[in-house]
């Protein structure tokens, strides 16, 4: 057993043989659905400046970065998500847009640990960047489900558009600099009651009635159709029209790529993070109440790449690994991947442990998993030992059979023993 002493520090985690195996076979779905859209990958560093990343990540974001200096006093900080780095890399590059990159990768933000939410996580990411088309909001959507949809995962994908939100806010007379906070409230009207909302609000500088009026219109739900129509009959204004227009041809895209049956509009979904300029979106699993956050999330950020230095326009969406294994562990379709080696070489006696090792690069060259006794124990107890780590096939090398180029193979499942010959293992 492990000591207690030696823990990992608060909200990180260690990764065993079993999980890890889980989470490779879930990286290479995702990497095949990642190549069916042409997405390429790449990784941005783990450490960045710090000002690269408080450049636009919001008041939130910026409390959580894990901040250090290095020994030559440089202001330095972990990566918080892939998107920043992303946008520095495109933003110092000239690959031919629109540039689609991927990147699965682990991230770290100092909040508070809970369920489904840690300090070191993984991501599944994908941006497109230099396209301001509709369609790459709606493929980085079709992306998502069909992740989703690759692991069985009942799920529903909440759309809204922050710049329907922000032209409600307008409209309703929330003054352009309150903008931003009434965006950070709004983000969290899922986690708050209405009256702590509308205190918060109130903090924010921001009246209650105005606040009540956005938090009444935003309050909608449900197909594209009736959200833009009821959103439409509350608040007038030409803003509000080409948000409607937009989040509309945006369902005629997700209906071509054959996802719109996932997606539904919910306005109160704003994101969290500041750069967000338009179209959002967040996935939830609808069949488990127990996992209330989000499975992936992303939206449009057209002036992020600017702040690094090259305009253009981009969006994106990332999946929390971990979240997506919850889901999957707790509807049992967490893929099941076998630890266990197809052999295992087992001695009669240790002065027979060449043979055994000659034995067992043989069959490493011929592609199979193989372990070979390594603790000097009796057979019996090697034999036990095989089927505790679930081998497949235990090769057994005796004295008697050596001698006539032999060896016994035991398939462990049926407990049927062969003699064969080395040379035709
Ligand atoms: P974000 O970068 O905040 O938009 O998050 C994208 C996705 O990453 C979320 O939908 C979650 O699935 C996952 N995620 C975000 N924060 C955490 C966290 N602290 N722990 C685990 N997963 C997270």
Redesign the pocket.
């Known amino acids: 057993m492990a000591s207690d002493k030696f823990q990992p520090p608060k909200g990180m985690k260690d990764i065993y043989p079993e999980e890890m195996a889980a989470r490779q076979a879930i990286f290479s779905t995702i990497r095949e659905i990642m190549k069916r859209y042409s997405f390429k990958e790449v990784e941005p560093t783990k450490i960045e400046s710090f000002e690269t990343l408080a450049a636009k990540s919001g008041e939130e974001i910026e409390k959580e970065i894990y901040a250090f200096e290095d020994k030559a006093g440089r202001k330095l900080g972990l990566r918080f998500?892939l998107t920043v780095g992303m946008a520095r890399m495109v933003a110092g590059s000239a690959y031919p847009t629109p540039v689609r990159w991927f990147c699965i990768a682990d991230m770290f933000?100092y909040?508070a640990p809970q369920k489904?939410?840690?300090?070191a996580?993984w991501?599944w990411d994908a941006e497109i960047f230099g396209s301001a088309s509709v369609y790459a909001d709606a493929e980085c959507i079709a992306l998502g489900c069909d992740v989703l949809k690759a692991f069985d995962v009942d799920f529903e994908v909440r759309v809204s558009s922050r710049k329907l939100v922000q032209a409600v806010m307008e409209a309703v007379g929330i003054e352009r600099d309150k903008i931003l906070d009434a965006f950070r409230c709004i983000d969290k009207l899922q986690k708050m009651k209405r009256e702590e909302l509308l205190d918060e609000f109130e903090r924010r500088g921001i009246m209650r009635e105005k606040a009540e009026d956005l938090l009444d219109a935003l309050d909608l739900k449900g197909e594209f159709e009736d959200v833009v129509e009821a959103v439409k009959s509350r608040v007038q204004s030409k803003d509000v029209n080409s948000a409607c227009d937009e989040l509309l041809q945006l369902r005629d895209a997700l209906e071509a790529l054959r996802v719109l049956e996932n997606c539904v509009v919910d306005l109160s979904i704003v994101?969290?993070?500041d750069y967000y300029t338009g179209i959002v979106f967040?996935a939830y699993a609808t069949n488990r109440k127990a996992l209330g956050?989000?499975?992936?999330?992303?939206g449009r950020y057209d002036e992020l790449v600017g702040i690094y230095g090259k305009d253009m326009p981009a969006v994106g969406l990332?999946?929390?690994v971990?979240?997506l294994m919850e889901v999957l562990k707790a509807e049992g379709k967490l893929p099941e991947v076998s630890t266990s080696p197809d052999y295992f070489i087992a001695f009669v006696t240790p002065q027979l442990m060449d043979v055994c090792a000659s034995i067992a690069s043989k069959l490493r060259g011929k592609g199979y998993a193989v372990e070979m006794e390594l603790m000097d124990r009796s057979l019996s107890k090697q034999l036990k030992h095989a089927n505790r780590i679930g081998a497949r096939y235990v090769v057994i090398v005796g004295p008697d059979e050596v001698k006539e180029g032999k060896v016994k193979v035991r398939d462990m499942e049926s407990g049927e023993e062969k003699l064969v010959k080395v040379d035709e293992l």
């Open positions: 998500d933000r909040e489904g939410r840690y300090r996580f991501q994101r969290g993070l967040e956050s989000a499975i992936f999330g992303g990332a999946g929390g971990e979240r």
